[in-house]
T-cell receptor, first 114, second 110 residues
Framework: SQTIHQWPATLVQPVGSPLSLECTVE??????LYWYRQAAGRGLQLLFY??????ISSEVPQNLSASRPQDRQFILSSKKLLLSDSGFYLC?????????????FGEGSRLTVL | KQEVTQIPAALSVPEGENLVLNCSFT??????LQWFRQDPGKGLTSLLL???SQREQTSGRLNASLDKSSGRSTLYIAASQPGDSATYLC?????????WGAGTKLIIKP
């Protein structure tokens, strides 16, 4: 069966510090991968999605970047965090080239920037 | 532009009741609609996925329906339990990206 792992679960970072959140998927090959952000009291915002290694699409101009160094690994990064980067970050995957497009989520990473 | 609306925003019912959560969307050109559940501080759990050619899907006490022509989906929860308390989100897929509703926060009172 497929599983998705996301870490760290919680982190508190000072403004201006770097960020690295990691997500890995097991039990499937060549998935679509997504990074979402969920701000307090707000809906889900798609930040990045990837259809393959090194292929990243950005949905919203921001202080963040994403990379996909391996087929089932997706990393969210920032060189210098802003207060507005605080939120709940969710990694998700779906099967590539499938008509179902069912989306599965990790447990999330809560980022607090102080 | 596709928009997804979930009504009500919050719902509180006694344990044991059957209940219906609503999701409406403005553009019927979708591949599928997915219902999720989110517990506080947790990720999203996929509950049901309905393809555009389907009318309903069932999983245990959950039944989701889809009426593309009217732009509506309902999530029916039978014999509600306190463990069903969570935020329920629906999302439609018009393309690679899902369009999300704001969710319904459900509280089941023991």
């Amino acid at each position: 069966s497929q599983t998705i792992h996301q870490w760290p679960a919680t982190l508190v970072q000072p403004v201006g510090s770097p960020l690295s959140l990691e997500c890995t998927v097991e039990g499937t090959s060549n998935p679509n991968l997504y990074w979402y952000r969920q701000a307090a009291g707000r809906g889900l915002q798609l930040l990045f999605y990837s259809v393959g290694i090194g292929q990243i699409s950005s949905e919203v101009p921001q202080n963040l970047s994403a990379s996909r160094p391996q087929d089932r690994q997706f990393i969210l990064s920032s060189k210098k965090l802003l207060l507005s980067d605080s939120g709940f970050y969710l990694c998700a995957w779906s099967v590539l080239d499938s008509s179902t497009g069912e989306l599965f989520f990790g447990e999330g990473s809560r980022l607090t920037v102080l | 532009k596709q928009e997804v609306t979930q009504i009500p925003a919050a719902l509180s019912v006694p344990e044991g009741e059957n209940l219906v959560l609503n999701c409406s969307f403005t553009d019927s050109a979708i591949y599928n609609l997915q219902w999720f559940r989110q517990d506080p501080g947790k990720g999203l759990t996929s509950l049901l996925l309905i393809q555009s050619s389907q009318r309903e899907q069932t999983s245990g006490r959950l039944n989701a329906s889809l009426d593309k022509s009217s732009g509506r989906s309902t999530l029916y929860i039978a014999a509600s339990q306190p463990g069903d308390s969570a935020t329920y989100l629906c999302a439609v897929r018009p393309g690679y990206q899902l369009i999300w509703g704001a969710g319904t926060k459900l509280i089941i009172k023991p």
